[in-house]
Nanobody, 127 residues
Framework: QLQLVESGGGSVQSGESLTLSCAASGFTLDYYAIGWFRQGPGIGKDLEGVACISKSDGRTYYADSVKGRFTISGDNTLHLDSLKPEDTAVYYC???????????????????????WGQGTQVTVSS
């Protein structure tokens, strides 16, 4: 099993930056992608995959809403630049099922069926 622990969230002003970390432990070599997902405030808010990276070839995928502002790295770090109030959400680190080979763009659009999931870290952006 893969354990994921997020850190680095906080409260910032619009335009500022944050870096989120996702510490992975366990059978890390058996998981072929890592992604960052977020769920905004409000009842029924959908889960959104914002940035994902393939562990086998390094390919990345970004949601249109964050393209050019967020950067995911091979160490599972997510750097958030030019933050906007609409980026306010709980950010989760997730992985597909063990040994599941799934295209990174498909993984990033998943909303359930994850193999591993962190506890989340809150990001709040005020205007």
């Amino acid at each position: 099993q893969l354990q994921l622990v997020e850190s680095g969230g906080g409260s910032v002003q619009s335009g500022e930056s944050l870096t989120l970390s996702c510490a992975a432990s366990g059978f890390t070599l058996d998981y072929y992608a890592i992604g960052w997902f977020r769920q905004g405030p409000g009842i029924g808010k959908d889960l959104e995959g914002v940035a994902c990276i393939s562990k086998s070839d390094g390919r990345t995928y970004y949601a249109d809403s964050v393209k050019g502002r967020f950067t995911i790295s091979g160490d599972n770090t997510l750097h958030l630049d030019s933050l906007k109030p609409e980026d306010t959400a709980v950010y989760y680190c997730g992985a597909p099922r063990r040994r599941a080979r799934i295209p990174v763009e498909n993984f990033c659009q998943m909303t359930r069926g994850f193999g591993s999931w962190g506890q989340g870290t809150q990001v709040t952006v005020s205007s």
